[in-house]
């Protein structure tokens, strides 16, 4: 199957190649983000030509190859909650095949951009990670491709969130609005157990935005505004994929989102007031 990078969310299901969900400017309206997350079958080809996008590929199951012009990459993955994460940078006007050699789910999204940097594979030794958050919100981000790694306007990042934990709290906005920068964004689930979900809400209530999704696995929410944040049910540890794209080039994608106000307190405090210590609590 050939495509190019708009034709990805067309793409009909066969029994060696799977479109598992998908997003993009035909489906959301909005401007930059194109992304699918793909399962193939051991033997399967697909071709892509980059066109005007850059396009990054990130492992999330199986073993492939990626054959970019004369060069190739070997990519593989036992799993997101078993092993890190790494990603292939493909910059525009190039072709593109990637090779199943084990029976495989990858996620490729990408966004127009000019051909400034050059095709090339981030390993996990140099993808930066930290801890975010606490008591009931935190979480571990992988900096997939963000300042220093370069890209034109690509952002990714992938993010472990323990059973009954939040992820994004205080709840952040980057869709142009109250200062903050525009970026679209995608979020791909997967949870262990597998019957777990997350809960995902958008809101800005003044313009009139509040939507709530539940997510389960191999899941896909999509952020085209307004603040959000995302909860892992108790029972399941949580995964996701962030691919964001927008108004931010180069290093600007350095650019912190916009914090909602209302909760931002939080920081730094977030084991006060614990409620074993409140007089009706009976635990």
């Given at each position: 199957m050939t495509f190019q990078l708009a034709e990805l969310f067309d793409a009909v299901s066969s029994g060696e190649i799977e479109v598992v969900c998908a997003a993009s400017p035909q489906i959301t309206g909005w401007q930059y983000l194109t992304y699918a997350t793909m399962r193939a079958a051991a033997g399967a080809t697909i071709d892509l030509d980059t066109a005007g996008s850059e396009v990054a590929i990130v492992a999330l199951a199986g073993r492939f190859h990626v054959h970019v012009g004369e060069q190739a990459f070997a990519m593989s993955r036992t799993g997101v909650f078993s092993e890190a994460?790494?990603?292939?940078?493909?910059?525009?006007?190039?072709?593109?095949?990637i090779t199943i050699d084990q029976a495989s789910t990858f996620a490729v999204g990408g966004t127009p951009a000019d051909p400034v940097y050059p095709v090339r594979h981030i390993g996990a030794d140099s993808i930066r990670v930290e801890l975010r958050g606490g008591g009931a919100a935190r979480r571990q981000v992988a900096h997939l491709l963000a300042p220093p790694i370069e890209a034109h306007r690509l952002i990714l990042y992938?993010?472990?969130?323990?059973?009954?934990?939040?992820?994004?709290?205080?709840p952040h906005c980057h869709d142009g609005l109250d200062g903050s920068p525009y970026l679209e964004e995608t979020y791909y689930f997967e949870h262990r157990p597998m019957n777990g979900f997350a809960i995902h809400r958008n809101f800005r209530e003044r313009d009139?935005?509040?939507?709530?999704?539940?997510?389960?696995?191999?899941?896909?929410?999509?952020?085209?505004?307004?603040?959000?944040?995302?909860?892992?049910?108790p029972g399941s540890h949580m995964y996701f994929l962030n691919f964001l794209a927008g108004d931010l080039e180069h290093d600007q994608r350095r650019t912190p989102p916009c914090f909602d106000e209302r909760y931002t307190w939080i920081d730094g405090r977030w084991d006060d007031d614990p409620i074993e210590h409140q007089p009706a609590w009976r635990g």
């Open positions: 994460g790494s990603v292939l940078y493909v910059p525009p006007a190039e072709r593109v095949r992938e993010v472990h969130v323990p059973r009954g934990s939040w992820s994004g709290w205080p009139g935005l509040d939507e709530t999704f539940v997510a389960g696995h191999a899941g896909l929410v999509t952020v085209p505004a307004g603040y959000h944040s995302t909860a892992a049910s």
